[in-house]
């Protein structure tokens, strides 16, 4: 059974920093891409980072210059540094992974249970 568990989320003001961490557990044979996706209210889920398994990243404009994904502990860990948070960064945020697990033959995409991220003063 793959889990995907995120910590780091909380309250934090404008301008302040959080970094969030996403664990991938389970037997697992590949991870592919690894990445962070954001819902804030009354929004779709959209893209925030993503990072390869060769360490080739993509950032939304948003974020870009303020947020830096990262792969760590034999990239099975997906870090998001997120700095100078702005009121608009507020949303649950997504661990996501595409990997190749136990009982399947092919990768298949997982998703965290989501951790709150709250920008305000």
């Known amino acids: 059974q793959v889990q995907l568990a995120e910590s780091g989320g909380g309250l934090v003001l404008p301008g302040g920093s959080l970094k969030l961490s996403c664990v991938a557990s389970g037997t697992i044979f590949s991870i592919n891409n690894m990445g962070w996706y954001r819902q804030g209210p009354g929004k779709e889920r959209e893209l925030v980072a993503t990072?390869?398994?060769?360490?080739?990243?993509n950032y939304a404009d948003s974020v870009k210059g303020r947020f830096a994904i990262s792969r760590e502990n034999g990239k099975t860990t997906v870090v998001l540094q997120m700095n100078s948070l702005k009121p608009e960064d507020t949303a649950v945020y997504y661990c996501h992974a595409n990997l190749w697990a136990r009982g399947s033959r092919v990768f298949d995409d997982y998703w965290g249970q989501g951790t709150q991220v709250t920008v305000s003063s």
């Open positions: 990072i390869t398994n060769d360490g080739s990243t």
